[in-house]
């Protein structure tokens, strides 16, 4: 059975910093890609930061661009999202998700095939 465990939101004050957490289970962690996507009530899921782990490449947003690294630990089937210089809008409910067909850009929504449930970030103003 494919999980994903994200963890690590929290509530922060503007110019903090978050680092999430999401550990992958049931599948073979180096052929996969693995993507931090967050969403606000009313608003469509958005890619955020996405790292394949089988070739290194990675995307970031422009608007998270010089304040979120996504790195990994691949003995222990971890990817990070440390998020700093935190910023009200960045408030959302963050997902993170793996995309094991490997036939899509990073950033698209349809190319993740599992999620994990949300953690929620809050960023005080």
């Known amino acids: 059975e494919v999980q994903l465990q994200a963890s690590g939101g929290g509530l922060v004050q503007t110019g903090g910093s978050l680092r999430l957490s999401c550990v992958v289970s049931?599948?073979?962690?180096?052929?996969?890609?693995i993507a931090w996507f967050r969403q606000v009530p009313g608003e469509e899921r958005k890619a955020v930061s996405c790292?394949?782990?089988?070739?290194?490449?990675?995307y970031f947003a422009d608007t998270v661009k010089g304040r979120f690294t996504i790195s990994s630990d691949n003995a222990m089937k971890t990817v990070y999202l440390q998020m700093d210089s935190l910023k009200p809008e960045d408030t959302a409910n963050y997902f993170c998700?793996?995309?094991?067909?490997?036939?899509?850009?990073?950033?698209?929504?349809?190319?993740?095939?599992?999620w994990g449930r949300g953690t929620q970030v809050t960023v005080s103003s």
């Open positions: 998700a793996t995309d094991t067909k490997r036939d899509r850009p990073l950033y698209n929504l349809s190319a993740y095939d599992y």
């Open positions: 049931g599948l073979t962690f180096d052929d996969i890609a």
């Open positions: 790292l394949s782990i089988y070739d290194g490449s990675t």
